[in-house]
């Protein structure tokens, strides 16, 4: 049996949980947060925001363009969202579930599990992006 590779982070955002939420599922949202290193940019974005519905962030690191697509497994309107995650970097059935929890009406703790990696460097390396995505979902919001 193969050794399963995951990781779970949480954040404070300050923010309504509702804005918090809707970033996740938004082409604005995701432009303005979804980089992984310093210096990235996310150029073009889809979403089809449906249980079933697919997207596409593509994450800019210098000249080199890398795609990260996957598909809408829940939608529990402010309370959670799970989605597939597929790029050159993770394995099949890679999987994203956020949880949010109201702290306050201005606060909201976001909880990210991925779950799926094809080693501890990869999941080690999505922890550093992750954080640093968190990282700049918070500054958006402060």
């Not at 059935?93 to 009406?105: A, G, R």
Request: hydrophobic share 40%; net charge negative; aromatic share 10%.
């Amino acid at each position: 049996m193969s050794e399963v590779f995951e990781l779970t982070l949480t954040r404070n955002i300050p923010a309504p949980r509702v804005e918090v939420f809707d970033a996740w599922l938004t082409v604005e949202g995701l432009k303005q947060f979804m980089m992984p290193g310093e210096g990235m940019t996310v150029p073009r974005a889809e979403v089809d925001a449906q249980v079933g519905g697919k997207y596409l962030i593509v994450m800019k690191a210098g000249e080199q363009e890398i795609p990260h697509r996957g598909e809408y497994k829940l939608i529990d309107r402010y309370n959670e969202l799970k989605f597939t995650w597929m790029s050159e970097f993770s394995v099949q059935d890679s999987t994203v579930t956020l949880t949010f929890k109201e702290l306050s009406k201005s606060e909201t703790e976001l909880t990210l599990h991925h779950v799926g990696f094809p080693s501890k460097e990869s999941c080690d390396n999505h922890t550093q992006g992750w954080n640093t995505i968190l990282g700049v979902l918070v500054k958006l919001f402060s």
